[in-house]
């Protein structure tokens, strides 16, 4: 039988809800660049993906950004992160990743590679 994918299952409302409350500074910088369709595509904040939630997530690209802290260099953590992104990947979903240092010095950048992205041919 094949499996359905879900998105944004509902035991993982609450979670999603507390990661957008408690939003890091980077994700807010980004945030206020993605949404009201400010690049011309509608993104997500905090989105699941089965059991994982992403930062953003662009449905009509089916592409999910992902912003890393310094947490995500420990080795437990990288371990989980690339389990998850393969997880997530293996549905057909473009994973971008960037630092929040390069949000916080290089906003401009990252709109670029993200707005190249999303004029890639789906």
């Known amino acids: 039988m094949k499996r359905k994918l879900?998105?944004?299952?509902?035991?993982l409302k609450l979670r999603r809800q507390s990661l957008r409350q408690k939003s890091t500074q980077a994700e807010k910088m980004l945030w206020e660049r993605l949404r009201r369709n400010n690049l011309g595509l509608k993104f997500f904040r905090q989105y699941s993906v089965e059991g994982y939630v992403t930062d953003f997530y662009c449905p009509a690209k089916r592409i999910a950004i992902e912003i890393e802290g310094g947490i995500h260099r420990?080795?437990?953590?990288?371990?989980?992160?690339?389990?998850?992104?393969?997880?997530?990947?293996?549905?057909?979903?473009?994973?971008?990743?960037?630092?929040?240092?390069?949000?916080f010095t290089h906003i401009g950048n990252v709109?670029?590679?993200?707005?190249?992205?999303?004029?890639?041919?789906?």
């Open 6 to 11: 879900i998105f944004n299952i509902h035991p």
């Open 74 to 103: 420990l080795p437990d953590i990288r371990k989980y992160d690339e389990y998850r992104y393969k997880y997530i990947e293996a549905y057909n979903i473009k994973i971008i990743k960037f630092t929040n240092q390069e949000i």
């Open 111 to 122: 709109i670029s590679v993200i707005e190249s992205e999303l004029r890639t041919p789906s």
